[in-house]
Antibody, heavy 123, light 108 residues
Framework: EVQLVESGGGFVQPGGSLRLSCAPSGFTFSNYAMSWVRQAPGKGLEWVSSIHGDNSGAYYADSVKGRFTITRDNSKNTLFLQMNTLRDGDTAVYFCARDSVPRNGVFDAFDIWGQGTMVIVSS | DIVLTQSPGTLSLSPGERASLSCRAS???????LAWYQQKPGQAPRLLIFGASTRATGIPDRFSGSGSGTDFTLTISRLEPEDFAVYYC??????????FGQGTKLQI
């Protein structure tokens, strides 16, 4: 079964750091671009970051640029999101998502999503 | 950066009726890289449409997408009870940053 499982969420104070992980199964991880999308409580979806399957490029929303870093370890089949200098506005459920088409250089719509991991930033 | 504006914010309809949801982009969406997602409470989004008009695997044919450039529409021909949810459009054209619309809540 194709699935994604996020972990690493939790409670953190403003200015703190957290690292999220996403573990894929059921497909060849390195063939697919991956992304993080977040959803604040009661709000809509927000694209956060994307990375190509071959690690050739990573991209960020302006709201997280310089604070968040997306990486992947294709040898260990894991996607990461390192979140530093966290703010109240970063409180959200964070979803990892897989591109629908296995190709490099171009991003596609997401067809597989994890169940999400909650991050709460509060003093 | 491309801003997506969805309308209406809330749409009240009954089962069996036809729903039309709009998504307007602030700039041309390259290659019509526009997708539609359905989200129910407590669940991850589900891909309905990609490439503006191609149904994803397993999506019933009552869902259809149309449009190009800056104006896109999701149509649900005959609403089923399970279709009442929040719908988001998403653009992934050319290069990041990508963006979602603010959502349309489809309610009974």
């Amino acid at each position: 079964e194709v699935q994604l499982v996020e972990s690493g969420g939790g409670f953190v104070q403003p200015g703190g750091s957290l690292r999220l992980s996403c573990a894929p199964s059921g497909f060849t991880f390195s063939n697919y671009a991956m992304s993080w999308v977040r959803q604040a409580p009661g709000k809509g979806l927000e694209w956060v970051s994307s990375i190509h399957g071959d690690n050739s490029g990573a991209y960020y929303a302006d709201s997280v640029k310089g604070r968040f870093t997306i990486t992947r370890d294709n040898s260990k089949n894991t996607l990461f999101l390192q979140m530093n200098t966290l703010r109240d506005g970063d409180t959200a459920v964070y979803f990892c998502a897989r591109d629908s088409v296995p190709r490099n250089g171009v991003f596609d719509a997401f067809d597989i999503w994890g169940q999400g991991t909650m991050v709460i930033v509060s003093s | 950066d491309i801003v997506l504006t969805q309308s209406p914010g809330t749409l009240s309809l009954s089962p069996g009726e036809r729903a039309s949801l709009s998504c307007r982009a602030s700039q041309h969406v390259s290659s019509n890289y526009l997708a539609w997602y359905q989200q129910k409470p407590g669940q991850a989004p589900r891909l309905l449409i990609f490439g503006a008009s191609t149904r994803a695997t397993g999506i019933p044919d009552r869902f259809s997408g149309s449009g190009s450039g800056t104006d896109f529409t999701l149509t649900i021909s005959r609403l089923e009870p399970e279709d009442f949810a929040v719908y988001y459009c998403y653009q992934y054209g050319s290069s990041p940053p990508f963006s979602f619309g603010q959502g349309t809540k489809l309610q009974i």
